[in-house]
C-alpha cells in the first residue's frame, strides 16, 4: 500500500525494519484473519468440561496442547497425567502414575513427544505412539522440579526448580538411562524460567521480586559463579538486597509456600562492571526489579512468567508479599544499544497492566498470551478473563502508550466451582482450556 511505502513518515529504512520485524501490515498474515479471529473470540463460551472425581487426580496445575492441537495434557496434583481430544472433549488416556508427587508442568517437543516434570524431583519422556512406559526418566535436580522450556533448533531440553538451577538435557543423545545434563545457571529463590521463541534470552523470576534475563544466550556454556558480565539498568538493586534472605520463599504451582535455602547469587560476581558497551557479550545477566502498580515501597514475588509468541514483551503474575494485591502487567522488551553507554537502561518497560482477584491465597495462577500475540486468558476467580491491550484487541506495538495503561477486559467467562489455577489457548483451534483446584477441566469455544 502507498502509505507503507518509502514516502511514508520514517523512511524505506524504517520500513524496511518494520518489515523485517514482522509488523508491518502487508507481512503479518495473522492481520488479514484476525477480525474473523476476533468475532469468533467475541462469540465463545463455556463449551464442555470433563469434571472427575479429585480421590484420583486432585488440582489441575498445568495445561498443554499439542503443537497440532490434537491432543490436550492435563498436569495433575496427584500424580497423574490426563489426556483428552480437545475436539470431542473425550477423554483419552491416563497416566495413574507418571510421577510419585505432583506433576507441575507438561511441554511438547514436537507432535509425539512430551516431558513431563514434578515435585518428586524428575523429569520424565513419554511418546504418544507408546503411552505404557516412559522413554526414560532424568535425574539431576534435588528439588521439586517446576517447568520445562525446549530448543527446537539445538533439541536441548531446559529445566529449573527450587533447588535454583537451570538444567540442559542433551536430548540428541538420549537413551533409556536417560540424557547427558549439565547445570546451566543457579539463583536463589527461582520461580520461573522461559526462553524467548528465538531462544536469544532467557527470563528467570524470583520469589524475592527480581527478574534475571540473560541476554544473547549460549546453552552449550554452563555459567558458573563469575562467568558472565552484570548488565546494570536503572531499576537493578544492589547486590547486598539479592543475596538476603528477605523474602518469604518461593511458592509451588499449586501449592502452600515452600521455603527454598538455595545459595544466593555472590557478591563477588554481582560486583563485575557492566560490559554492556559496545554490544552485550553472550550470557550476559542483566538484574530487574520490574515496577508493578502498587507494589512500589513493598517487596512482591513474581509467580507466574509467560513470554510473548513473538517475543516482544514478557508478562508477568505478580503478589505481594502479604498476599493482599495481585497484578497481570506485560513489560515491551527494549532492544538496541542504550543512549549513554555509562547509564545503560533498563531493557523492559511496563506498558499494561490490571489487579486480579485475590482468591486463592498460597496458589499460584498461570496465565498465557493467545498463539497471535494479541489476547491474554488470565485465571480470575472461578473463571478467567480475557484481555487485550486495547477494545479492539489491537497488536502490542500497534498500541504502545506512553505510560502504563490498564488492559482490556473483552470478555469474562465463569464455569467453574473453585479457583482457577491455570489456563490455555489452543494453537491451532478457537478453543481455551482452563483448569481449576477441585480438578475440573472446562472447555470454551464459539457458540452461535
Request: proline letters at 6%; glycine letters at 8%.
Amino acid at each position: 500500500p502507498a502509505d507503507l511505502g518509502p514516502g511514508a513518515p520514517g523512511g524505506l529504512f524504517a520500513w524496511l525494519r518494520g518489515r523485517c520485524l514482522g509488523r508491518g501490515a502487508a507481512v503479518d498474515p495473522a492481520r488479514d484473519t484476525f477480525g474473523a479471529m476476533t468475532g469468533l473470540y467475541g462469540a465463545i463460551q463455556p463449551a464442555d468440561s470433563v469434571s472427575l472425581s479429585t480421590r484420583t487426580h486432585g488440582a489441575v496445575f498445568n495445561l498443554e496442547y499439542s503443537p497440532d492441537g490434537s491432543v490436550l495434557t492435563v498436569a495433575c496434583e496427584q500424580t497423574e497425567v490426563l489426556l483428552f481430544d480437545p475436539i470431542s472433549s473425550k477423554h483419552i488416556k491416563t497416566l495413574s502414575e507418571a510421577h510419585e508427587d505432583c506433576v507441575n508442568n507438561i511441554r511438547f517437543l514436537d507432535n509425539r513427544l512430551f516431558a513431563t516434570c514434578s515435585d518428586d524431583t524428575t523429569i520424565a519422556l513419554w511418546d504418544l505412539r507408546k503411552l505404557n512406559t516412559k522413554v526414560c526418566t532424568l535425574h539431576g535436580h534435588t528439588s521439586w522440579v517446576k517447568n520445562i522450556e525446549y530448543d527446537t533448533n539445538t533439541r536441548l531440553l531446559v529445566t529449573s526448580g527450587f533447588d535454583g538451577n537451570v538444567i540442559i538435557w542433551d536430548t540428541n543423545r538420549c537413551t533409556e538411562d536417560g540424557c547427558p545434563h549439565k547445570k546451566f545457571f543457579h539463583t536463589r529463590f527461582l520461580m520461573r524460567m522461559r526462553l524467548t521463541p528465538d531462544c536469544s534470552k532467557m527470563l528467570i523470576s524470583t520469589s524475592s521480586g527480581y527478574l534475571l534475563i540473560l541476554h544473547d544466550l549460549d546453552l552449550n556454556k554452563s555459567l558458573e559463579v563469575g562467568s558472565y558480565p552484570i548488565l546494570r539498568a536503572r531499576r537493578t538493586t544492589s547486590s547486598s538486597d539479592i543475596t538476603s534472605s528477605g523474602s518469604s520463599g518461593p511458592r509451588a504451582v499449586g501449592s502452600p509456600c515452600h521455603q527454598n535455602n538455595s545459595g544466593p547469587l555472590s557478591e563477588k560476581t554481582l560486583s563485575r562492571p557492566s560490559q554492556r558497551e559496545g554490544g552485550s557479550p553472550r550470557n550476559s545477566l542483566e538484574v530487574l526489579t520490574p515496577e508493578v502498580p502498587g507494589e512500589r515501597d513493598r517487596g512482591n514475588c513474581i509467580t507466574s512468567l509467560q513470554l510473548h509468541p513473538k517475543g516482544w514483551a514478557t508478562l508477568l503474575r505478580c503478589s505481594s508479599n502479604t498476599d493482599d494485591q495481585e497484578w497481570t502487567c506485560v513489560y515491551e522488551f527494549q532492544e538496541g544499544a542504550p543512549v549513554r553507554p555509562v547509564s545503560p537502561r533498563c531493557s523492559l518497560r511496563l506498558t499494561h497492566c490490571i489487579e486480579e482477584a485475590n482468591v486463592g491465597r498460597g496458589y499460584i495462577k498461570e496465565l498465557c498470551f493467545s498463539p497471535d500475540g494479541r489476547m491474554i486468558s488470565s485465571p480470575h476467580g472461578f473463571g478467567i478473563r480475557l484481555l487485550g491491550f486495547d477494545a479492539h484487541c489491537s497488536e502490542l506495538v500497534d498500541c504502545l502508550p506512553r505510560e502504563a495503561s490498564p488492559l482490556r477486559e473483552i470478555r469474562s467467562l465463569y464455569s467453574h466451582n473453585d479457583v482457577v489455577l491455570t489456563t490455555k489457548f489452543s494453537p491451532t483451534h478457537c478453543q481455551i482450556a482452563s483448569g481449576c483446584l477441585s480438578g475440573r477441566v472446562s472447555l470454551y469455544q464459539p457458540k452461535f
